[in-house]
């Protein structure tokens, strides 16, 4: 399995960037995808998640405090695909962003996946 992940760039304070990410190979089912960002010399952090629904439940997301009202995380299922909208962007926004995703290529099973980070500066 592979995660393209894409969409980063220079931005001024304020604007926006839409990141999207595209997993590939072998998947029976994307139980989760998300966004993560680090920047340097700090761990990395959740920015988004949407999970996958279930007979019994419907999917979900989740943000981090920080991106709340700002951000808005969605998924393209049928091509195995994951959104990240970036409004209202501040310089704090500026690290490396990650695409991650829990995929089953077997019943009962779910490994995660990264993909390459795609850089995202916003300049004040």
């Known amino acids: 399995v592979q995660l393209q992940a894409f969409g980063g760039g220079l931005v001024q304070a304020g604007g926006s960037l839409r990141l999207s990410c595209a997993a590939s190979?072998?998947?029976?089912?994307?139980?989760?995808m998300g966004w993560y960002r680090q920047a340097q010399g700090k761990q990395r952090e959740l920015v988004a998640l949407?999970?996958?629904?279930?007979?019994?439940?419907?999917?979900?997301?989740m943000y981090a405090d920080s991106v709340k009202g700002r951000f808005t995380i969605s998924r393209y299922n049928a091509k195995n695909m994951v959104y990240l909208q970036m409004n209202s962007l501040k310089p704090k926004d500026t690290p490396d962003y990650f695409c991650?995703?829990?995929?089953?290529?077997?019943?009962?099973?779910?490994?995660?996946?990264w993909g390459r980070g795609t850089q995202v500066t916003v300049s004040s």
């Open positions: 991650e995703a829990k995929i089953s290529d077997n019943p009962g099973d779910s490994y995660d996946y």
């Open positions: 949407h999970t996958t629904g279930t007979m019994l439940t419907d999917d979900s997301t």
């Open positions: 190979g072998s998947i029976l089912r994307v139980n989760a």
